[in-house]
């Protein structure tokens, strides 16, 4: 069993920066420290998308779109991973996901096929 909690959403102007966090829990000492986590969004009638992913051992990939504006990092010691937002656009707005899935290095397709355990998600709201 794995749960990801995230918190940290909000409304916020655009321009604006927030920061989500996501608390990583499991079976086993060893989960947080091996596995690869990652931030995806979902905006209203489109696909769930891949935004940053860190490897176990801090090798990070982003998506076009928020690379130089999000930053993820994570703390294998209290199994956290965070992701730092700024210069926030409106279309920004969505529903974040912490994910993880249980591989030492993030693989690049889980940017399209997303990852084996989810959180529930939390609501980013940017306005113009």
């Known amino acids: 069993q794995v749960d990801l909690v995230e918190s940290g959403g909000g409304s916020v102007q655009a321009g604006g920066s927030l920061r989500l966090s996501c608390v990583a829990s499991g079976s086993g000492g060893s989960f947080g420290r091996d596995v690869c986590l990652g931030w995806f969004r979902q905006v209203p009638g489109k696909e769930r998308e891949g935004l940053a992913t860190i490897d176990a051992d801090g090798d990070i990939k982003y998506q076009d779109s928020v690379r130089g504006r999000f930053t993820i990092s994570r703390d294998s010691s209290t199994f956290t991973v965070d992701l730092r937002m700024h210069n926030l656009k409106p279309e920004d707005t969505g529903t974040y996901y912490c994910?993880?899935?249980?591989?030492?290095?993030?693989?690049?397709?889980?940017?399209?096929?997303?990852?084996?355990?989810w959180g529930k998600g939390t609501l980013v709201t940017v306005s113009p």
């Open positions: 994910a993880a899935a249980k591989t030492f290095v993030c693989f690049t397709h889980y940017f399209r096929l997303g990852m084996a355990y």
